[in-house]
């Protein structure tokens, strides 16, 4: 029926992203396409896409958690797996032990018992350690970035260039000059 002038009616979409990365981040927030266009010049984008993101990490949306079982058991294997990275000597442990933990308190049990190589193979193949680390640092370094480059335009705006310069060379006046700034 191709031919129709009739608008064909669609069933709303709804675009859910589940988060549970290491930042803090709310247990909800929407986020929006245009976000990531560059040179808007704060004009309206012609196209827009929508996705309410949920944070997913053990202690967050603890309602959706509670109707979800299996959501929640996640949750708490992810943790667990973060928790003995920082212990155990290698990823491998981490996820052994991780797993036979989740398994010992009935967590996602049923699911271990019987996916445990493809859950492993499937995680040692995708995380990389050194590239995670590599990354969280990159990110630190670009807001630190953001926030420097926020500070010095207020400071030039307010013409302080002698707070600028001793902020260059002063970390602990440059903490200070943030702060009176609002930038954190």
């Given at each position: 029926m191709i031919y129709h002038e009739k608008r064909v009616r669609l069933p709303k979409p709804?675009?859910?992203?589940?988060?549970?990365?290491t930042k803090n981040q709310p247990d909800s927030m929407e986020l929006r396409l245009s976000d990531c266009f560059e040179n808007t010049d704060?004009?309206?984008?012609?196209?827009e896409c929508t996705a309410t993101m949920l944070n997913i990490n053990y202690g967050?949306?603890?309602?959706?958690?509670?109707?979800?079982?299996?959501?929640e058991e996640y949750s708490i294997f992810v943790q667990c797996v973060r928790e003995y990275i920082q212990s155990e000597p290698s990823v491998e442990d981490a996820l052994e032990k991780a797993i036979d933990t989740c398994i010992n308190q009935d967590v996602l049990a049923d699911f271990f018992k019987k996916h445990r190589a493809e859950v492993t193979n499937m995680i040692l193949t995708t995380y990389d350690k050194d590239l995670y680390e590599k990354t969280?640092?990159?990110?630190?370094?670009?807001?630190i970035r953001a926030e420097l480059n926020q500070l010095t335009i207020c400071l030039l705006n307010t013409k302080r260039y002698n707070d600028l310069e001793r902020a260059?060379?002063?970390?602990?006046?440059?903490?200070?000059?943030?702060k009176e700034f609002g930038i954190e």
């Open positions: 709804k675009y859910i992203v589940f988060y549970n990365g704060n004009e309206a984008p012609c196209l967050h949306n603890q309602e959706l958690m509670k109707h979800c079982r299996r959501l969280l640092k990159e990110d630190a370094r670009e807001e260059a060379e002063d970390i602990e006046y440059q903490k200070k000059l943030l």
